[in-house]
């Protein structure tokens, strides 16, 4: 490539006239970057505005399931009795008495050094019989206590297997239900499936020194002991789930005389879903609000410059707050207002929530205040999936718009470079070809100066005196 020494014929700076004229050229380009960083600040700012909608439907969710905003406490009047209540449950009481706690099977097995070996001299097999009568056949590679120990829990039968010191060099096989209750309930013996089926292998628990531990039952309790209404009911765990409908009991003991469980409505629960919700509402609108606002500044000159938000004068960002606001600020359809439940907008858009309002709409009128935030939660669902939804959420749809035009700004920025490289090298082609004949007039007139001052003088003094 040719190179050039700047304004070395001519003596002007053209590098420097090229930068100028190049800075003017380069102006459409330059607003073509402010658009496009503009639209990637607006690009931004949605996402962040969409990454609102995701919490607010997860909430909503669990708000609108059947009995979402039907919650219950359960409390209990023994300290060894637990209980929740959940979905479906009804406020009330009712009393129960824990007969019998729910037990795990654990065998031990007889003291050994080494297992037992069958007629070939090889390690006796081992089988397990479940609860439905299933047998599980186990074949050790050794007499190890230890490989048999493995060889157990290596199949997953009915049971687990440890290894225990029992004194002097020898060692006793601990054999614990998989299962709790009475469908972990199993028995052990030396031998093949086929001699426990023939009825000649031998039971490990008959062996002298070999003991059930504890055997396998279920928990038992009784609803209205004492009435001609008692009723049994189990449980493999010390747990009775759905013991009545939404309520669940947990026993750790036995009881003498049965024990209260009250169910009562949990307002506490009730208005925190409804102060949550409003707290996630407020934050989206609050994050709109703050990228809406119109900012004034003063200039040098003393006047007054007004500079909009990302979101000031965008349409779709106002319907999204309209939306949301409907929401949370509009009548429910059975009659409820918001503001009778605590929920309050303020004059700036945002809102409030007085839970003291809300406990007072609960007592005088639960399952109607329950129903009208569940309707709420509903609307606000609704709203949060009609702006923040992956494909036709609104605030997604706008950002693909930007993300669009973003891309096609890259190409025109691109396609500017080409162009502004190929002006540049123009403008330099044209002025070293000026810079080159100025030069070559410059040396011309010096050549013809140099010419004139060597012109012989002509002495016209004397030629007047002859």
């Not at 039907?70 to 009330?92: D, H, M, P, R």
């Not at 039968?157 to 020898?170: D, S």
């Not at 040098?300 to 965008?314: K, P, R, Y």
């Not at 606001?325 to 309050?344: E, W």
Request: charged share 10%.
């Amino acid at each position: 490539m040719a190179t050039s020494i700047s304004g070395l014929g001519s003596g002007l700076d053209t590098a420097s006239i090229i930068n100028s004229l190049m800075a003017v050229e380069a102006l459409p380009q330059q607003m073509l970057q402010s658009k496009q960083s503009a639209d990637q600040s607006l690009i931004s700012s949605l996402q962040t505005l969409k990454s609102f909608g995701q919490p607010l439907l997860d909430m909503t969710a669990k708000m609108t399931a059947p009995g979402g905003t039907s919650l219950f406490t359960a409390t209990s009047s023994s300290t060894s009795v637990t209980a929740t209540a959940g979905a479906g449950a009804a406020t009330g009481s009712f009393s129960v008495t824990f007969d019998q706690l729910a037990q795990t099977q654990v065998d031990v097995t007889a003291p050994m050094s080494v297992w037992p070996t069958d007629a070939t001299g090889m390690a006796s097999a081992i089988t397990l019989v479940d609860a439905s009568g299933k047998t599980t056949e186990i074949t050790p590679p050794s007499t190890s206590i230890d490989d048999v120990v493995t060889a157990i829990n290596s199949v997953g039968g009915p049971a687990t297997a440890v290894k225990v010191p029992a004194g002097n060099g020898t060692y006793r096989i601990q054999l614990t239900s998989s299962k709790s209750g009475a469908a972990g309930a199993f028995q052990a013996y030396l031998g093949t499936a086929a001699d426990v089926s023939a009825g000649t292998a031998t039971d490990l628990m008959s062996q002298t020194g070999a003991a059930v531990v504890t055997t396998a039952q279920d928990a038992s309790a009784r609803l209205y002991a004492g009435t001609a209404a008692e009723t049994t009911i189990t449980s493999s765990t010390n747990t009775f789930t759905n013991i009545l409908p939404g309520v669940n009991v947990t026993a750790s003991a036995t009881s003498a005389s049965p024990v209260t469980i009250t169910v009562a409505s949990d307002t506490a629960g009730i208005s925190k879903q409804a102060s949550d919700l409003v707290d996630k509402v407020n934050g989206m609108l609050s994050y709109i609000s703050s990228n809406s606002a119109v900012t004034a500044t003063t200039n040098t000159a003393g006047g007054s410059t007004a500079t909009g938000g990302v979101f000031t004068g965008n349409s779709s960002i106002s319907d999204v707050t309209d939306q949301m606001t409907n929401a949370l600020y509009m009548p429910t359809s059975n009659g409820h207002s918001p503001s009778d439940m605590g929920i309050s907008i303020n004059q700036d858009g945002s809102f409030t929530f007085d839970s003291t309002k809300f406990a007072s709409a609960m007592a005088a009128d639960p399952s109607g205040t329950q129903a009208a935030l569940q309707e709420i939660a509903g609307r606000v669902s609704t709203a949060a999936k009609n702006f923040s939804d992956p494909v036709t959420g609104s605030v997604t749809q706008l950002i693909s718009g930007q993300q669009s035009e973003v891309a096609d700004l890259t190409n025109q920025i691109s396609d500017w470079d080409t162009r502004l490289s190929d002006r540049r090298a123009t403008l330099t082609a044209m002025f070293n070809a000026m810079d080159g004949s100025v030069g070559a007039l410059k040396s011309q007139q010096s050549w013809l100066a140099s010419q004139i001052a060597n012109l012989p003088t002509i002495d016209t003094s004397s030629s007047s005196g002859k």
